[in-house]
Protein backbone atom coordinates (compact mmCIF):
# COMPACT_ATOMS: atom_id res chain seq x y z
CA UNK A 1 0.00 0.00 0.00
CA UNK A 2 1.24 3.74 -0.58
CA UNK A 3 2.27 5.61 2.57
CA UNK A 4 1.66 8.95 2.66
CA UNK A 5 3.51 11.77 5.80
CA UNK A 6 0.97 14.86 5.29
CA UNK A 7 -2.74 15.01 5.58
CA UNK A 8 -5.05 17.90 4.82
CA UNK A 9 -6.24 19.22 8.16
CA UNK A 10 -9.12 20.91 6.24
CA UNK A 11 -12.58 20.90 7.89
CA UNK A 12 -15.34 18.85 6.22
CA UNK A 13 -17.45 21.34 3.95
CA UNK A 14 -21.31 21.15 4.77
CA UNK A 15 -23.74 20.92 2.43
CA UNK A 16 -26.27 23.08 4.13
CA UNK A 17 -24.23 26.67 2.92
CA UNK A 18 -23.14 27.84 -0.27
CA UNK A 19 -20.13 27.92 -1.30
CA UNK A 20 -19.49 31.35 -1.73
CA UNK A 21 -20.74 31.58 1.99
CA UNK A 22 -17.93 29.57 2.91
CA UNK A 23 -15.57 31.30 1.03
CA UNK A 24 -14.79 28.17 -1.29
CA UNK A 25 -16.18 29.65 -4.74
CA UNK A 26 -14.62 28.58 -7.95
CA UNK A 27 -13.97 32.53 -8.46
CA UNK A 28 -10.94 32.23 -6.61
CA UNK A 29 -9.00 30.14 -9.31
CA UNK A 30 -8.07 32.50 -12.00
CA UNK A 31 -10.90 32.22 -15.10
CA UNK A 32 -7.99 31.83 -17.49
CA UNK A 33 -5.30 29.67 -15.20
CA UNK A 34 -2.20 30.14 -13.02
CA UNK A 35 0.66 31.94 -15.49
CA UNK A 36 3.41 30.78 -13.92
CA UNK A 37 3.53 27.48 -14.99
CA UNK A 38 4.82 25.16 -18.00
CA UNK A 39 1.84 24.38 -20.03
CA UNK A 40 1.60 21.73 -23.14
CA UNK A 41 0.41 24.01 -26.22
CA UNK A 42 1.10 22.30 -29.59
CA UNK A 43 2.25 18.99 -31.41
CA UNK A 44 5.76 19.60 -32.22
CA UNK A 45 5.64 17.71 -35.43
CA UNK A 46 3.08 20.47 -36.38
CA UNK A 47 5.58 23.20 -35.73
CA UNK A 48 7.94 23.45 -38.88
CA UNK A 49 9.15 26.50 -40.43
CA UNK A 50 5.47 28.19 -41.07
CA UNK A 51 4.62 29.60 -38.02
CA UNK A 52 1.46 28.54 -36.66
CA UNK A 53 -0.98 29.79 -33.82
CA UNK A 54 -1.45 28.57 -29.86
CA UNK A 55 -4.27 29.89 -28.04
CA UNK A 56 -3.74 29.68 -24.36
CA UNK A 57 -4.40 31.07 -21.22
CA UNK A 58 -6.21 33.72 -23.15
CA UNK A 59 -3.11 34.37 -24.76
CA UNK A 60 -2.61 34.24 -28.94
CA UNK A 61 1.06 33.24 -29.08
CA UNK A 62 2.81 33.05 -32.42
CA UNK A 63 5.02 29.45 -32.18
CA UNK A 64 7.52 28.78 -35.18
CA UNK A 65 10.85 26.59 -35.69
CA UNK A 66 14.10 28.18 -36.25
CA UNK A 67 15.58 26.63 -39.78
CA UNK A 68 18.90 27.02 -38.42
CA UNK A 69 19.01 25.78 -35.27
CA UNK A 70 15.92 23.94 -35.22
CA UNK A 71 14.95 25.05 -32.10
CA UNK A 72 11.18 26.26 -31.60
CA UNK A 73 10.69 30.14 -30.24
CA UNK A 74 7.28 31.75 -29.22
CA UNK A 75 5.83 35.49 -29.65
CA UNK A 76 3.29 36.99 -28.87
CA UNK A 77 0.81 36.87 -31.54
CA UNK A 78 0.60 40.37 -32.55
CA UNK A 79 3.09 42.83 -34.38
CA UNK A 80 3.45 46.20 -32.27
CA UNK A 81 3.32 47.92 -35.37
CA UNK A 82 -0.43 48.18 -36.00
CA UNK A 83 -1.83 44.59 -35.07
CA UNK A 84 -1.25 41.98 -37.84
CA UNK A 85 -0.74 38.34 -36.31
CA UNK A 86 2.64 37.38 -36.65
CA UNK A 87 1.49 33.75 -36.72
CA UNK A 88 0.66 34.29 -40.37
CA UNK A 89 4.26 35.96 -40.78
CA UNK A 90 7.05 34.35 -43.22
CA UNK A 91 10.90 33.43 -42.61
CA UNK A 92 12.37 35.61 -44.80
CA UNK A 93 16.21 34.98 -43.31
CA UNK A 94 17.30 32.75 -40.80
CA UNK A 95 16.49 33.44 -36.98
CA UNK A 96 14.12 35.96 -37.85
CA UNK A 97 10.20 36.28 -38.29
CA UNK A 98 8.48 39.07 -40.14
CA UNK A 99 5.18 40.08 -40.12
CA UNK A 100 3.50 39.43 -43.50
CA UNK A 101 1.66 42.68 -43.46
CA UNK A 102 4.42 45.68 -43.46
CA UNK A 103 7.32 43.81 -42.90
CA UNK A 104 8.30 43.99 -39.14
CA UNK A 105 11.16 41.45 -39.27
CA UNK A 106 12.11 40.15 -35.44
CA UNK A 107 14.92 38.32 -34.03
CA UNK A 108 14.42 35.20 -32.04
CA UNK A 109 14.55 37.19 -28.85
CA UNK A 110 11.78 39.00 -30.08
CA UNK A 111 13.82 42.48 -31.20
CA UNK A 112 13.18 44.35 -34.15
CA UNK A 113 15.87 44.31 -36.51
CA UNK A 114 14.46 45.80 -39.88
CA UNK A 115 11.45 46.83 -41.23
CA UNK A 116 11.17 46.04 -44.63
CA UNK A 117 8.64 48.18 -46.08
CA UNK A 118 11.04 51.42 -44.95
CA UNK A 119 14.33 50.61 -46.01
CA UNK A 120 17.66 49.83 -44.10
CA UNK A 121 17.82 52.88 -42.53
CA UNK A 122 14.92 52.87 -40.74
CA UNK A 123 15.13 54.26 -37.04
CA UNK A 124 12.62 51.73 -35.29
CA UNK A 125 15.26 48.81 -35.72
CA UNK A 126 16.55 47.92 -32.36
CA UNK A 127 14.05 50.08 -30.41
CA UNK A 128 11.01 47.95 -30.08
CA UNK A 129 10.55 44.46 -29.08
CA UNK A 130 7.75 41.67 -29.17
CA UNK A 131 6.55 39.48 -26.17
CA UNK A 132 8.68 36.38 -26.07
CA UNK A 133 7.71 32.82 -23.97
CA UNK A 134 9.81 30.54 -22.77
CA UNK A 135 9.89 27.65 -24.96
CA UNK A 136 10.87 23.42 -24.07
CA UNK A 137 10.32 20.80 -26.18
CA UNK A 138 9.71 17.25 -24.63
CA UNK A 139 7.21 14.18 -25.21
CA UNK A 140 6.00 15.44 -28.81
CA UNK A 141 5.22 18.54 -27.38
CA UNK A 142 5.83 21.79 -26.94
CA UNK A 143 5.59 23.53 -23.86
CA UNK A 144 5.32 27.19 -23.01
CA UNK A 145 5.39 29.31 -19.96
CA UNK A 146 2.95 31.48 -19.29
CA UNK A 147 4.08 33.52 -16.52
CA UNK A 148 6.20 36.60 -16.02
CA UNK A 149 8.14 34.64 -13.26
CA UNK A 150 11.91 33.11 -14.21
CA UNK A 151 10.76 29.61 -15.00
CA UNK A 152 11.74 26.67 -13.01
CA UNK A 153 12.83 23.66 -14.70
CA UNK A 154 10.32 21.69 -16.44
CA UNK A 155 10.12 18.55 -14.82
CA UNK A 156 9.22 20.69 -11.75
CA UNK A 157 5.89 20.94 -13.58
CA UNK A 158 5.35 17.67 -15.22
CA UNK A 159 3.29 14.73 -13.98
CA UNK A 160 5.80 12.28 -12.49
CA UNK A 161 5.15 9.36 -14.84
CA UNK A 162 5.46 12.13 -18.04
CA UNK A 163 8.92 12.72 -16.44
CA UNK A 164 10.26 9.91 -16.23
CA UNK A 165 11.52 8.90 -19.52
CA UNK A 166 11.47 5.31 -19.26
CA UNK A 167 7.42 5.26 -19.13
CA UNK A 168 5.83 5.01 -22.18
CA UNK A 169 2.90 7.35 -22.87
CA UNK A 170 -0.30 7.48 -25.72
CA UNK A 171 -1.81 11.20 -26.11
CA UNK A 172 -5.07 12.33 -27.14
CA UNK A 173 -5.94 16.13 -26.99
CA UNK A 174 -9.28 17.23 -27.12
CA UNK A 175 -11.41 20.36 -27.33
CA UNK A 176 -13.92 21.31 -24.85
CA UNK A 177 -16.32 24.07 -24.67
CA UNK A 178 -16.03 24.23 -21.16
CA UNK A 179 -13.91 26.63 -18.50
CA UNK A 180 -10.45 25.04 -17.05
CA UNK A 181 -11.94 25.30 -13.96
CA UNK A 182 -14.99 23.04 -14.76
CA UNK A 183 -12.97 20.50 -16.17
CA UNK A 184 -10.57 20.45 -13.67
CA UNK A 185 -13.47 20.04 -10.66
CA UNK A 186 -14.34 16.87 -12.59
CA UNK A 187 -11.56 14.88 -10.46
CA UNK A 188 -14.45 15.16 -7.35
CA UNK A 189 -13.71 11.43 -6.36
CA UNK A 190 -17.22 10.41 -6.22
CA UNK A 191 -19.41 10.85 -9.37
CA UNK A 192 -17.66 8.07 -11.50
CA UNK A 193 -19.74 5.54 -9.71
CA UNK A 194 -22.94 7.62 -11.11
CA UNK A 195 -21.77 8.86 -14.25
CA UNK A 196 -20.34 6.35 -15.56
CA UNK A 197 -21.97 3.35 -14.61
CA UNK A 198 -23.55 2.37 -17.87
CA UNK A 199 -20.52 3.67 -19.95
CA UNK A 200 -20.55 1.50 -22.91
CA UNK A 201 -18.31 -0.69 -23.45
CA UNK A 202 -16.57 -0.31 -20.16
CA UNK A 203 -19.86 -1.23 -18.01
CA UNK A 204 -19.82 -4.97 -19.54
CA UNK A 205 -16.19 -5.58 -17.69
CA UNK A 206 -16.28 -3.08 -14.51
CA UNK A 207 -18.29 -2.61 -11.87
CA UNK A 208 -18.85 0.24 -9.65
CA UNK A 209 -19.67 0.56 -5.66
CA UNK A 210 -22.98 2.05 -4.86
CA UNK A 211 -21.35 5.03 -3.64
CA UNK A 212 -18.29 6.13 -1.90
CA UNK A 213 -17.40 8.37 1.19
CA UNK A 214 -14.22 10.87 0.22
CA UNK A 215 -11.52 12.16 2.33
CA UNK A 216 -8.68 14.11 1.51
CA UNK A 217 -4.71 13.97 1.80
CA UNK A 218 -2.60 16.48 0.90
CA UNK A 219 0.53 15.42 -1.06
CA UNK A 220 3.81 16.14 0.88
CA UNK A 221 5.07 19.55 -1.30
CA UNK A 222 1.59 20.76 -0.68
CA UNK A 223 0.53 21.37 -3.92
CA UNK A 224 -1.75 18.73 -4.17
CA UNK A 225 -4.54 16.95 -3.29
CA UNK A 226 -5.58 13.00 -3.01
CA UNK A 227 -8.65 11.91 -3.27
CA UNK A 228 -9.40 8.94 -0.52
CA UNK A 229 -12.53 6.65 -0.46
CA UNK A 230 -13.01 5.71 2.88
CA UNK A 231 -16.36 4.08 2.59
CA UNK A 232 -17.56 2.44 -0.41
CA UNK A 233 -20.48 -0.27 0.14
CA UNK A 234 -21.48 -2.14 -3.13
CA UNK A 235 -25.39 -1.97 -2.45
CA UNK A 236 -27.31 1.19 -0.44
CA UNK A 237 -30.93 0.51 0.61
CA UNK A 238 -32.55 4.59 0.56
CA UNK A 239 -35.91 4.90 2.51
CA UNK A 240 -39.00 4.82 -0.10
CA UNK A 241 -37.02 4.00 -2.96
CA UNK A 242 -35.27 1.05 -2.70
CA UNK A 243 -31.77 -0.96 -3.17
CA UNK A 244 -29.43 1.08 -5.25
CA UNK A 245 -27.17 0.64 -8.08
CA UNK A 246 -30.40 -0.83 -10.40
CA UNK A 247 -28.51 -3.17 -12.46
CA UNK A 248 -30.02 -5.12 -15.39
CA UNK A 249 -30.46 -8.35 -15.73
CA UNK A 250 -27.59 -8.00 -19.20
CA UNK A 251 -25.81 -6.08 -16.99
CA UNK A 252 -25.21 -8.60 -14.30
CA UNK A 253 -24.86 -11.22 -16.93
CA UNK A 254 -21.91 -9.36 -18.93
CA UNK A 255 -20.32 -8.46 -15.58
CA UNK A 256 -20.44 -12.74 -14.52
CA UNK A 257 -19.53 -13.43 -18.27
CA UNK A 258 -16.13 -11.15 -18.40
CA UNK A 259 -15.38 -11.45 -14.30
CA UNK A 260 -16.12 -7.95 -13.69
CA UNK A 261 -13.45 -5.97 -11.45
CA UNK A 262 -15.31 -3.55 -8.82
CA UNK A 263 -13.56 -0.42 -9.25
CA UNK A 264 -12.66 0.92 -5.88
CA UNK A 265 -8.91 2.43 -6.39
CA UNK A 266 -5.36 1.86 -5.16
CA UNK A 267 -5.20 0.98 -1.38
CA UNK A 268 -3.64 3.95 0.92
CA UNK A 269 -2.38 4.01 4.54
CA UNK A 270 -2.99 7.61 5.74
CA UNK A 271 -0.63 8.46 8.56
CA UNK A 272 -3.33 7.75 11.38
CA UNK A 273 -3.17 4.67 10.24
CA UNK A 274 -6.30 4.34 8.96
CA UNK A 275 -6.68 2.58 5.69
CA UNK A 276 -8.86 3.71 2.47
CA UNK A 277 -8.55 4.06 -1.60
CA UNK A 278 -7.15 6.17 -3.85
CA UNK A 279 -9.63 7.25 -6.48
CA UNK A 280 -7.75 9.90 -8.06
CA UNK A 281 -5.22 13.07 -7.57
CA UNK A 282 -5.03 16.65 -8.71
CA UNK A 283 -1.80 18.82 -9.30
CA UNK A 284 -0.98 22.71 -9.22
CA UNK A 285 -1.42 24.01 -12.06
CA UNK A 286 -4.22 21.85 -12.58
CA UNK A 287 -2.85 17.97 -13.73
CA UNK A 288 -4.54 14.87 -12.88
CA UNK A 289 -4.28 11.05 -12.07
CA UNK A 290 -5.99 7.97 -11.83
CA UNK A 291 -3.81 4.85 -10.79
CA UNK A 292 -5.61 2.37 -12.83
CA UNK A 293 -2.94 -0.40 -12.12
CA UNK A 294 0.34 -1.46 -11.15
CA UNK A 295 2.14 -0.12 -14.42
CA UNK A 296 -0.51 2.44 -15.40
CA UNK A 297 -2.01 5.62 -14.83
CA UNK A 298 -4.09 7.72 -16.77
CA UNK A 299 -2.92 11.59 -16.95
CA UNK A 300 -5.68 14.75 -17.86
CA UNK A 301 -4.31 18.27 -18.07
CA UNK A 302 -6.97 20.87 -18.83
CA UNK A 303 -5.30 23.92 -20.33
CA UNK A 304 -7.34 26.77 -20.77
CA UNK A 305 -7.85 28.27 -24.17
CA UNK A 306 -10.01 31.23 -22.91
CA UNK A 307 -12.83 31.64 -20.47
CA UNK A 308 -14.75 28.88 -22.38
CA UNK A 309 -12.90 26.67 -24.48
CA UNK A 310 -10.25 24.34 -22.65
CA UNK A 311 -7.46 22.18 -24.46
CA UNK A 312 -8.19 18.91 -23.02
CA UNK A 313 -4.52 16.52 -22.76
CA UNK A 314 -5.42 13.15 -21.81
CA UNK A 315 -2.58 10.50 -21.31
CA UNK A 316 -2.29 6.86 -20.65
CA UNK A 317 0.94 5.67 -19.64
CA UNK A 318 2.99 2.26 -18.86
CA UNK A 319 5.91 2.77 -16.52
CA UNK A 320 8.59 0.12 -16.68
CA UNK A 321 11.18 1.42 -14.40
CA UNK A 322 10.39 -1.45 -11.88
CA UNK A 323 10.52 -4.31 -14.60
CA UNK A 324 12.94 -7.21 -13.79
CA UNK A 325 14.69 -9.49 -15.97
CA UNK A 326 14.93 -9.78 -19.70
CA UNK A 327 12.03 -12.10 -19.56
CA UNK A 328 9.36 -9.51 -17.83
CA UNK A 329 11.16 -7.13 -20.08
CA UNK A 330 10.33 -8.65 -23.18
CA UNK A 331 6.63 -8.95 -21.92
CA UNK A 332 6.30 -5.19 -21.16
CA UNK A 333 7.98 -4.28 -24.97
CA UNK A 334 5.33 -6.62 -26.26
CA UNK A 335 2.50 -5.38 -24.27
CA UNK A 336 3.34 -1.66 -24.99
CA UNK A 337 3.93 -2.58 -28.94
CA UNK A 338 0.25 -4.02 -28.76
CA UNK A 339 -1.36 -1.27 -26.74
CA UNK A 340 0.22 1.29 -29.19
CA UNK A 341 0.08 -0.20 -32.75
CA UNK A 342 -3.97 -2.21 -31.64
CA UNK A 343 -5.78 -1.41 -28.93
CA UNK A 344 -5.22 2.40 -28.68
CA UNK A 345 -5.59 3.20 -31.93
CA UNK A 346 -8.72 1.05 -32.53
CA UNK A 347 -10.52 0.35 -29.44
CA UNK A 348 -9.01 2.58 -26.77
CA UNK A 349 -9.35 5.92 -27.76
CA UNK A 350 -13.02 5.25 -28.45
CA UNK A 351 -14.06 2.83 -25.65
CA UNK A 352 -12.41 5.12 -22.85
CA UNK A 353 -11.28 8.53 -24.31
CA UNK A 354 -14.66 9.24 -26.67
CA UNK A 355 -17.14 6.87 -24.83
CA UNK A 356 -16.15 7.13 -21.20
CA UNK A 357 -14.69 10.44 -20.97
CA UNK A 358 -17.17 11.42 -23.52
CA UNK A 359 -19.73 11.28 -20.91
CA UNK A 360 -17.57 13.73 -18.77
CA UNK A 361 -17.93 16.30 -21.70
CA UNK A 362 -21.25 16.09 -22.35
CA UNK A 363 -22.00 16.90 -18.58
CA UNK A 364 -19.63 19.50 -17.99
CA UNK A 365 -20.10 21.17 -21.37
CA UNK A 366 -23.91 22.22 -20.15
CA UNK A 367 -23.20 22.98 -16.63
CA UNK A 368 -25.39 26.25 -15.34
CA UNK A 369 -23.67 28.89 -13.84
CA UNK A 370 -25.42 29.93 -10.48
CA UNK A 371 -25.23 29.19 -6.64
CA UNK A 372 -23.75 26.50 -5.74
CA UNK A 373 -24.83 23.82 -2.55
CA UNK A 374 -22.38 21.87 -2.21
CA UNK A 375 -22.82 18.38 -0.13
CA UNK A 376 -20.03 16.87 2.15
CA UNK A 377 -18.09 14.80 -0.49
CA UNK A 378 -17.01 18.07 -2.18
CA UNK A 379 -14.67 18.48 0.91
CA UNK A 380 -12.01 18.13 -2.72
CA UNK A 381 -13.46 20.79 -4.29
CA UNK A 382 -13.41 22.81 -1.44
CA UNK A 383 -9.72 21.88 -0.52
CA UNK A 384 -8.74 22.39 -4.35
CA UNK A 385 -10.46 26.17 -4.73
CA UNK A 386 -8.36 26.77 -0.87
CA UNK A 387 -4.92 25.46 -2.65
CA UNK A 388 -5.20 28.57 -5.03
CA UNK A 389 -3.32 30.61 -2.23
CA UNK A 390 -0.23 27.93 -2.88
CA UNK A 391 -0.16 28.25 -6.08
CA UNK A 392 3.43 30.43 -7.53
CA UNK A 393 1.22 32.81 -9.05
CA UNK A 394 0.08 33.69 -5.87
CA UNK A 395 3.23 33.42 -3.84
CA UNK A 396 4.43 35.93 -6.72
CA UNK A 397 1.89 38.62 -6.12
CA UNK A 398 2.74 38.28 -1.62
CA UNK A 399 6.41 38.72 -2.29
CA UNK A 400 5.65 41.54 -4.82
CA UNK A 401 3.30 43.17 -2.33
CA UNK A 402 6.62 42.93 0.49
CA UNK A 403 8.90 44.21 -2.04
CA UNK A 404 7.51 47.33 -2.38
CA UNK A 405 6.47 48.00 1.37
CA UNK A 406 9.03 50.41 2.88
CA UNK A 407 11.15 48.92 5.64
CA UNK A 408 10.57 49.50 9.30
CA UNK A 409 13.28 51.71 10.57
CA UNK A 410 14.74 50.59 14.09
CA UNK A 411 15.81 53.45 16.73
CA UNK A 412 14.43 56.27 18.30
CA UNK A 413 11.98 58.22 16.56
Not at 58 to 74: E, N, P, Q, S, W
Not at 112 to 130: F, I, N, Q, T, W
Not at 255 to 274: E, H, N, Q, W, Y
Not at 298 to 323: M, Q
Request: charge should be positive; glycine fraction near 8%.
Amino acid sequence: MDALTSTNSGNQYSGTQSASAAGVSRDQIPALGYRNYWYPAVASKDVRRKPVQAKLLGDDVAVFRDALTGKVHAFNDRCPHRGASLSQGRIYYPSTLSCSYHGWTFDTSGKLVAVLSEGPDCSLAGKVRVRTYPVEEFRGLVWIWMGDQTPVKLDEDLPPELGDRTTATFMDVQVWHANWRVVTENTDGYHAPILHRRSMPRTLYMDWVAWRKIGVVETEDGKGLIFVSWNAPEIAEYPGLGKWPKNAWWERLARKLFRARMSRGTPITVPDGRQGFITEDIHLPGWRRVRVRRRTVFLEWAVPIDERTTRHFLWDVIKTSDVRGKLEAIKVQMKIWTFRNLIFPIYWKWAYNKQYVGQDKRVLETLKEGPERLQSNDIGIVAWRRLAVKSRDAEGSRGERASREPAHQHGKE
